[in-house]
């Protein structure tokens, strides 16, 4: 992608396990944010981690920033079927940018 | 649930039509945007304004044209439709100040015959 690059494309994993979600970006950048989506459905915001923030908790979630290596990571913990969804990182203020996704795939 | 809606949800047409797509949002937010998506792939900015009369092109702009007449109607016109532009189209809309949080809509999927 021009954009930025998530890693793994697609991640499949049990009920309870873990799931981490790597993203790279390109440009200098005020925040990140994560972003989930059902199939077929509009994006929900998640959480926001601001370039001064290195650490961010929300419930499960876990999302760590490095600006030195433009690289951020979304780690759900004891994750569930609910889960399932596409994760995208997005960042800019005006034009937001977004990586190009992880399919996270929990199954029961 | 977000107060952003988008209709048709749906939409098949053929090439060479002229097509609007509707986005609203009731959260009074001065920030819009479209966005379009290929199933399982990253989004791409198409339009987005900063508040009413205000229209700023994305990365793939040139074949679509947006106005902000009022704060909660963004609409985004195709003026001849091509089976390249099948696709989902996401509307968005954020606050001017603070948060950067976007807010999106459920999508219009069109299919271009």
């Known amino acids: 992608s021009q954009q930025g690059e998530e890693d793994p494309q697609a991640l499949s994993i049990q009920e309870g396990e873990n799931a981490t979600m790597n993203c790279s970006y390109k440009t200098s950048i005020n925040n990140l944010q994560w972003y989930r989506q059902n199939s077929g459905r509009g994006l929900v915001h998640l959480i926001l981690?601001?370039?001064?923030?290195r650490e961010k908790h929300s419930g499960r979630l876990r999302v760590t920033l490095d600006t030195s290596k433009k690289s951020s990571s979304l780690l759900i913990t004891a994750s569930r079927a609910a889960d399932t969804a596409s994760y995208f990182c997005a960042w800019g203020y005006n034009d937001m940018r977004f990586g190009a996704g992880t399919r996270l795939t929990v199954k029961p | 649930e977000a107060d952003i809606y988008q209709t048709p949800r749906y939409l098949v047409i053929g090439t060479g039509k002229k097509i609007t797509l509707e986005c609203s949002q009731t959260?009074?937010?001065?920030?819009m945007y479209w966005y379009q998506q290929d199933p399982g792939m990253e989004l791409h900015l198409i339009h987005y304004s900063y508040g009413v009369n205000s229209t700023e092109k994305g990365d793939l702009s040139s074949e679509s044209t947006v106005s902000r007449i009022r704060t909660e109607h963004f609409p985004l016109t195709l003026e001849s439709a091509r089976p390249s532009h099948t696709s989902q189209y996401l509307c968005a809309s954020s606050r001017n100040r603070g948060s950067y949080e976007q807010y999106f809509g459920p999508g219009t999927r069109l299919t271009v015959t």
């Open positions: 981690i601001r370039s001064n923030e």
């Open positions: 959260m009074g937010h001065d920030k």
